[in-house]
């Protein structure tokens, strides 16, 4: 699972306010080359909760990325690509994603989380 | 085997190592459901500007359609409920994310991030109750209001579906509407069994002219039953038979069957979607008589 899915995912479990974002508890990072695209990052960057993405990239093991970003920071490409070094090529291949408000782990095995949710939590 | 997998079993059951196997093997299956996908993305008619959008794709299974999304250049997020089929996708290197999810338990996505939405032959699947928990109809109100807040204002999400009856389209449509979605049912060669497709096209937000539904494939203008009616017209006209020519010859007369006849045949064969060949000054011409 990539930081990019990390940052639009949310806890869905009935009663949770705010169940974003999800804590990452790291058992084994992988990493995978993937080519810059800057129109991509471009698009993205104004989806992105950014502060999310600084947090978890650290979890991660990486902590290249600067603390605030504005938009006029994507023009340099040293800056592109340390964002998509971040968002796109490191993947938690094994770990749990934990839910902020009740504790309740979402286990990740072979990069996908498992995101389903017993009866009474629906 | 002519029985719906959706009466068979829950999807996570279904769809186990044996059946997933077949998204590999079968390149029919891998055939049909690129189509599927390729004409899901052109109904979601993203704006040809050449920025790759974030896509979801709801029941991505082996990640036969995320492919196509990959090669289009865009990057998407797969969610299937069967580990068996997301295995395959692992597998097959597909390039998106994959969760395991129940899109019934709705979407578990931040608001206003997701550029579109494709689904292949997964909606259905809601309207079933697997479990005694489960309630099709609280499901399928999960599933859509959760998908409408992660959707962008204006995306677009098309679903596939292979609905059982009349009554489960209008449910599923009726609580897609519900949820705030404007559009409709496009249906791909409505005249033909086997290649009559339907394609839910909603769009993200109140009704404008971007969000008319499309025009769907192998449709005709006029409709049928009017062509047939004029048809018969033209058939029943009052033949006097030649009482003076033999028995034999009067008969075979009658059996002959004119360019019209073969028209009207080519026609409904082309409605179908089948390969016809043109009509031209040849079409059911009369051989000579020394052939």
Redesign the interface.
Known sequence: ??L??H??????IKGVAN??PLKIEVGQVVEKHVDL?P??L???FA?L?YKVLVEASKTMGYADLPEQAEPSMLESEDFLRKLNHAL?ELHLEEGALVCPETGRKFPVN????????H?DE? | MASRPELQAPPEVFYNDDEARKYTSSSRIIEIQAQLSERALELLALPNDGVPKLLLDIGCGSGLSGETLTENGHQWIGLDISPSMLDVALERDSEGDLILGDMGQGLGIRPGVIDGAISISAVQWLCNADKSCHEPRKRLKAFFDSLYRSLARGARAVFQVYPENLAQRELILGYAMRAGFAGGVVVDFPHSTKRRKEYLVLTCGPPSLSSATPKAKGEDEESCSDDESSDDEGNQTVSISDRHRPRKKQKLNKKVKGREWVLKKKEQMRRKGNVVPQDTKYTARKRKARF
Do not use: H, Q, W, Y
């Open positions: 699972m990539r990019l899915t940052n639009m995912l949310a806890s869905n169940g974003f695209n129109e991509f471009k698009n993205m989806k909760d796109l072979k990069g996908i989380p498992n995101m389903l949710l009866e629906v």
